[in-house]
């Protein structure tokens, strides 16, 4: 047999096991409603992804096919209560998936959230616990009351309006700002300092919203998330040596006193 001929037969196979392993994929889940083209490939969700309005067209989703729709040939969604309860259950068969891993900044080791082995993920849990039962914080709540204070001195200073002058106030940010703050001084001792300068100081939630659009897309094809958060690709991600962002944030965290101590 030719060489023309042999390289024909081989990729009439790898295009015939293709074939196969997708229609098996298909099989697997036809009894579950979705869009036409989803039971085979992934780009009717790609594209509600890079639209930037999955949210809502999955929701449409459900809202036409019901409570549990295929979305993707391995995807599924639902706006059932009871299916997310039974999902959720604390005995439920059911093991975090792949999408978990897309929220692993770190190509060496995963984080609390992005864990998916049931033992190491509730070590990493029994281990953070402390810190969120307010044991552990002696200065929870002076922490809390204070930065109220912050707040409500903020407010009186800058957005008191009178019958002859309007100032309005983006609270969604403002109370963005505090939780930063409350959230800082628990854990490090002291505050990024937003509500006294009424402003993002560390542009975290800028870069936060800068990046979303990324987040989504690495949660929903997770594959991806393996490439960006690579070793290669590591200078890439945030650094503590950064000036800004979740970086800036990590290097404030590395300095702390309660860090060090």
């Known amino acids: 047999m030719s060489l023309p001929s042999l390289a024909l037969l081989a990729f009439s196979l790898v295009v015939g096991i293709a074939l196969l392993l997708r229609t098996r994929t298909w099989l697997r889940l036809r009894h579950i409603p979705g869009p036409a083209t989803a039971g085979y490939s992934e780009l009717w969700l790609l594209r509600k992804t890079l639209a930037g309005h999955a949210h809502l067209d999955t929701a449409e989703a459900c809202e036409k096919y019901g409570p549990l729709v295929r979305i993707g040939p391995n995807h599924l969604i639902t706006n059932d209560p009871d299916v997310l309860k039974t999902l959720s259950a604390v005995r439920s068969p059911y093991r975090r998936s792949i999408w978990y891993e897309s929220s692993q900044l770190e190509p060496d080791y995963s984080n609390v959230f992005s864990e998916r082995d049931e033992t190491r ?47 309005p106030i983006d609270f969604a940010t403002t109370t963005a700002f505090f939780t930063l703050d409350v959230i800082s001084e628990i854990a490090f001792g002291k505050a990024f300092g937003n509500l006294e300068a009424d402003e993002d100081v560390s542009s975290y939630l ?6 979303i659009p990324m987040i989504i897309l690495l949660g929903a094809f997770p594959w991806l998330a393996k490439v960006f958060f690579s070793r290669p690709l590591k200078s890439l991600l945030p650094s503590d040596t950064d000036t800004v962002g979740m970086g800036k944030l990590t290097g404030y965290a590395l300095a702390s006193p309660r860090q060090q101590g």
């Open 206 to 211: 800028k870069t936060t919203e800068a990046v």
């Open 121 to 167: 993920h509730n070590d990493l849990r029994a281990k953070m616990a402390a810190g969120y039962s307010g044991k552990e914080s002696e200065d929870l709540e002076q922490a809390i009351d204070g930065n109220i204070a912050k707040l409500i001195r903020l407010l009186d200073s800058k957005y008191v309006s009178t019958d002859t002058s309007y100032k």
